[in-house]
């Protein structure tokens, strides 16, 4: 199985303030078509999970350009311009390049 | 809309079997591979099954295989998940979703293992 390994696992921020959040696997994430099926997703209290981002750096549908990813093969990341708060939550990462694996999630709060 | 509806949660004992549920609506449901997911109470998101678009390929978690097992009906675009042998470990919110990358999910079904 794949690890993804996320960092931090909580984070509080500044409304305004850009964040970061960096996801790790255990191999390379890009597979032999010369696509990387990884994705972010944000859990806001209570609620479902929402996609953000595939494919390491596409916006979902309505996603705010506020939110970017970038990376390649092991090391990806996630960043949030400027903090909003309605960006409070759990952010997870997700590869599916094998049988689906999740980070363990960081919680984002808003100082 | 896309909407994934579940149903079929509850509270059961060790060692029962239960059957989720999930109604698809808004997008052509026999063209993409489904997902079923869950979240322990205070814990992160696991994947648990997923299936091809024609219920001829299914693949599962490790802890769940040979007690759970993943179908689906394109005539009724739903979504299925026997849940048999169940342990105290799969008490969680079972979440329907669409994709083998996941882009959609639905509000999620509570299912309890408890004596």
């Known amino acids: 199985d794949i690890v993804m390994t996320q960092t931090p696992l909580s984070l509080s921020v500044t409304p305004g303030q850009p964040a970061s959040i960096s996801c790790k696997s255990s191999?390379?994430?890009?597979?032999?078509?010369?696509?990387?099926?990884f994705y972010w997703y944000l859990q806001r209290p209570g609620q479902s999970p929402q996609l953000l981002i595939y494919?390491?750096?596409s916006r979902f549908s309505g996603v705010p350009d506020r939110f970017s990813g970038s990376g390649s093969g092991t090391d990806f990341t996630l960043k949030i311009s400027r903090v909003e708060a309605d960006d409070v939550g759990v952010y997870y990462c997700m590869q599916g390049k094998q049988l689906p694996t999740f980070g363990q999630g960081t919680k984002v709060e808003i100082k | 809309e896309v909407q994934l509806v579940e149903s079929g949660g509850g509270l059961v004992q060790p060692g029962g079997s239960l059957r989720l549920s999930c109604a698809a609506s808004g997008f052509t449901f026999s063209s993409k591979w489904m997902s079923w997911a869950r979240q322990a109470p205070g814990k992160g998101l696991e994947w648990v099954a997923n299936?091809?678009?024609?219920?001829?390929?299914?693949n599962y978690v490790d802890s769940v295989k040979g007690r759970f097992t993943i179908s689906r009906d394109n005539a009724k675009n739903s979504l299925y998940l026997q849940m048999n042998s169940l342990r105290a470990a799969d008490t969680a919110v079972y979440y329907c979703?669409?994709?083998?990358?996941?882009?959609?999910w639905g509000q999620g079904t509570m299912v309890t293992v408890s004596s």
């Open positions: 494919e390491i750096s």
């Open positions: 299936i091809k678009q024609d219920g001829s390929e299914g």
């Open positions: 191999e390379s994430l890009l597979n032999s078509g010369g696509k990387t099926y």
């Open positions: 979703a669409r994709g083998w990358g996941i882009d959609i």
